[in-house]
């Protein structure tokens, strides 16, 4: 089995920082991609940041400029960086990773944190 343990969200005013971790754990034998969501109280599950194994990148149009995902591949731990936070920030961040177990195992398999709140205050 496999663990994915978002930590570092909590509450900040608007124009304020916070940076999330995500730790996996378990039967990993590689990490190919990783990437963070988002949910809004109401709303769906949105896609907020992703990072491949060799550290390419791409943005939702939303954060760009502000967040910056990174990954430490050596301690399979994931971040996101996030600058000058916005009420419209607020959510359950999600990070995900597609997990290879074994080195025979054909395919990568998602897995998903439980999610850290992040409240903006105005």
């Known amino acids: 089995q496999v663990q994915l343990v978002e930590s570092g969200g909590g509450l900040v005013q608007a124009g304020g920082s916070l940076r999330l971790s995500c730790a996996a754990s378990g039967r990993i034998f590689s990490i190919n991609g990783m990437g963070w969501y988002r949910q809004a109280p109401g709303k769906q599950r949105d896609f907020v940041a992703h990072i491949t194994s060799g550290h390419s990148t791409n943005y939702a149009d939303s954060v760009k400029g502000r967040f910056t995902i990174s990954r430490d591949n050596a301690k399979n731990t994931l971040y996101l960086q996030m600058n000058s936070l916005k009420p419209e920030d607020t959510a359950v961040y999600y990070c995900?990773?597609?997990?290879?177990?074994?080195?025979?195992?054909?395919?990568?398999?998602?897995?998903w944190g439980q999610g850290t709140q992040v409240t903006v205050s105005s």
């Open positions: 995900q990773g597609d997990v290879r177990s074994g080195p025979r195992d054909p395919n990568d398999y998602r897995y």
